[in-house]
């Protein structure tokens, strides 16, 4: 189970938000609406509808609602926040998608006790708030409850707002408006990153720099800084060219944490340059030397493994060092002819 909407993907584990206030939806949830009734496969609901401006529970008699047939291949398009049983938030897609609804497939429901069977209660400009037993959506899938969810109730809530009925051609789409809605969001998201924790390694690199007397280092646009320590007498290689290249690279502390002399058995590294094949800074660093020059590259976290490292060897946000030698320069290899035309 994952606790995200991804389009195309586990849409039935999305959860819900009002397209009015969240707060104002959660007390209407919670006021005056009476206690949860409960599907036969133990799914705990409240449903209200829109009437006038003011949520009014709906009831929906013996858990299911006959008019669902009419529903089914067509797509219901949602606000979706999911919570904890102790109210953390574990996604709302209207942050996520910057305001725009999800859509929910509707289609026969084969699993009971599922959010499938939740929302095939729903019609077009319902608002819901749904409670599930942890055990019943994780158990089925040979998968344990995380830790964290025990330890909030063992309870998952979604809540649930509906907009309304598309076609699978309308859903298509949306797919893509969502699609770039994601990235765009996420590109935000690690620029925003990038912004803040480059002030960070800035400073530990000066620092750096300082107190290792590295007072010849100059620094590229993109922030790497570069000390050649052996120039050399060969071409500078060109974008898309093969670079050989022998390297160790260690934490500012010194700590090594990878080098071609243990993973490639003392001979060089070999990749395209500018492809993105090695991390930012490597492009970066290494496009500034000619062959048989060694230099030591000082690169931010930004520009090498982020917030996320790399395994138990690279913390993340980490700055890195790197010792290398350009030892080769060669012109990649000719793409095969296609067959002739």
């Known amino acids: 189970m994952q606790f995200s909407f991804r389009p195309r993907g586990a849409r039935q584990l999305a959860l819900a938000a009002g397209a009015l206030s969240l707060a104002s939806f959660l007390a209407s949830c919670n006021k005056g609406g009476g206690d949860f009734d409960k599907t036969k496969s133990g799914i705990e609901y409240k449903i209200f509808k829109n009437v006038g401006g003011k949520y009014e529970r709906r009831e929906v008699a013996n858990g299911e609602d006959p008019t669902y047939k009419d529903r089914l291949g067509k797509f219901m ?37 599922m ?21 019943s959506l994780f158990k089925p899938q040979g998968r344990p409850v995380p830790g964290f969810l025990k330890k909030s ?3 998952i809530v979604i ?34 990153y990038a912004e803040t924790q480059n002030k960070k390694d800035e400073v530990t690199l000066q620092d750096y720099l300082k107190k290792n007397n590295l007072t010849n280092a100059k620094k590229t646009p993109g922030g790497v800084y570069y000390i050649i320590t052996q120039p050399g007498t060969g071409p500078v290689a060109k974008p898309g060219q ?5 390297y160790r690279g260690t934490l500012l502390d010194g700590k090594e944490f990878d080098s071609s002399a243990k993973s490639m058995g003392g001979k060089p590294f070999e990749y395209p340059l500018g492809r993105g094949q090695v991390i930012p800074g490597w492009d970066e660093g290494v496009a500034l030397l000619n062959q048989g020059a060694k230099a030591t590259l000082l690169i931010p976290s930004s520009l090498a493994y982020g917030e996320r490292g790399s ?10 060092r790197f010792d290398v030698e350009l030892v080769g320069i060669k012109d990649a290899p000719a793409a095969p002819a296609g067959p002739a035309q």
Do not use: H
């Not at 789409?173 to 990235?183: D, V, Y």
């Not at 093969?242 to 022998?246: A, C, E, K």
């Not at 395994?311 to 890195?320: D, F, R």
């Open 115 to 135: 959010p499938d069977e939740a929302f095939a209660l729903l019609q077009p400009g319902d608002s819901a708030v749904f409670r599930f037993n942890a055990d």
């Open 242 to 246: 093969l670079v050989s290249v022998q």
């Open 153 to 155: 109730g063992n309870v």
């Open 311 to 320: 395994g138990a060897a690279i913390p993340p946000n980490s700055p890195l």
């Open 159 to 192: 809540n649930v707002k509906t907009d309304k009925l598309i076609t699978a051609q309308e859903e298509q789409a949306l797919e893509q408006t969502l699609q770039q809605k994601m990235m765009a969001e996420q590109q935000k998201q690690m620029q925003a």
């Open 77 to 113: 398009t949602a606000y979706l926040y999911y919570r904890t049983g102790k109210d953390s938030v574990l996604e709302d897609t209207r942050k996520k998608f910057a305001g725009t609804a999800v859509p929910m497939p509707m289609m026969e429901v084969k699993r009971k006790g």
